[in-house]
């Protein structure tokens, strides 16, 4: 961490992006940032080529968030926040061939260290407790209300409101650490829990309806094109679903089949005790937790099905 504090204070100018198909702690640790390095008066932009999700846009409504195409920056640092993966960093080919330095920050098992610069810690709960722990390290007054907003936002929905496995005594510290600042709990509760549209729980129960389970111990769910398109809601506005096919009684593993196009399927898996979802996900291409992982895989989604649940059917 040390080395990319010494960038971080060195450089002026920044190009902050992640994965695509934005979550909380996407978003949370990648605006956090952001403001934080503008607290330090740092030039710094946010890029991300995809769809940002509505539930989330709390965060980034006080700002820019722009498409590759739009920017025109020399002499940038590019740091990546919570991508396992750079071929899944959310900007453009040319943004990442031509940065001084790239500087990745995750805490995903599957991440290989491609930056020139890595701090990738696979028991940090989030990447935002790892970007709270740089603030902090940097300037322990850097964090304030409007920061602690983003982190705690990462926080809770990679812990699934610390629930999940990945959840430590330093998540709880962090969280306590940032409710004295006042943060506005209650607002980040109801944006990502409580206010859902009516389209949303529509398509939700479309997918519930293409429920399956296969030997009482995996639970599959599919979204498709056709649900996408009869509910007017976007891909990335549709999230979350595949816990409802792992929270089954005595599954172990739960799929959700994500349709983005005719012949592109993004797979959600999710595990409850001991199959490690990540060796799955990485024999497809992707990766991620022991317990939370994903790929994208470039088929129909019944071969990619077929394809998912036989290498499944051999770990549960």
Do not use: W
């Not at 590759?68 to 991508?83: F, G, H, N, R, T």
């Not at 001084?100 to 610069?117: E, R």
């Not at 890595?118 to 028991?123: A, H």
């Not at 650490?177 to 506005?184: A, G, Q, R, V």
């Amino acid at each position: 961490m040390n080395n990319i504090i010494k960038a971080i204070m060195g450089s002026d100018n920044f190009i902050i992006t992640s994965h695509y198909s934005p979550d909380g702690d996407n978003l949370g640790s990648s605006i956090g940032l952001y403001y934080g390095l503008k607290k330090l008066n740092k030039k710094v932009i946010f890029v991300l080529d995809d769809t940002l999700p509505k539930n989330l846009s709390f965060l980034y409504e006080d700002i820019k968030i722009y498409k590759s195409e739009e920017i025109d920056i020399d002499d940038y640092i590019l740091i990546s926040l919570d991508c396992g993966d750079k071929d899944r960093l959310c900007c453009s080919e040319e943004i990442k061939k031509n940065c001084k330095m790239l500087i990745n920050i995750d805490h995903h098992k599957s991440n290989d260290n491609y930056g020139d610069l890595n701090y990738v810690d696979f028991e940090a709960s989030s990447t935002c407790e790892i970007i709270y722990d740089l603030l902090n390290n940097i300037d322990k007054k850097i964090i304030d209300k409007k920061i602690g907003n983003c982190l705690y936002t990462g926080l809770i929905t990679d812990t699934g409101n610390f629930m999940y496995s990945n959840t430590n005594s330093s998540s709880f510290i962090m969280a306590s650490n940032l409710l004295k600042l006042e943060i506005d709990k209650e607002n980040i509760i109801k944006n990502l829990y409580q206010n859902n549209p009516l389209n949303y729980v529509k398509i939700l129960g479309d997918t519930l309806n293409t429920l399956e389970v296969i030997e009482e111990k995996i639970a599959t769910i599919d979204l498709t094109c056709e649900m996408f398109k009869k509910n007017a809601i976007s891909f990335n506005d549709a999230d979350g679903f595949v816990n409802y096919a792992r929270d089954i009684k005595g599954v172990e593993v739960g799929i959700l089949f994500k349709q983005k196009e005719s012949n592109l399927v993004k797979v959600s898996l999710r595990s409850k005790s001991y199959v490690d979802v990540s060796e799955i996900a990485r024999k497809f291409g992707g990766g991620g937790h022991i317990k939370a992982s994903g790929c994208t895989i470039k088929n129909s989604l019944e071969n990619v099905k077929e394809m998912v649940i036989k290498e499944v059917l051999e770990h549960v």
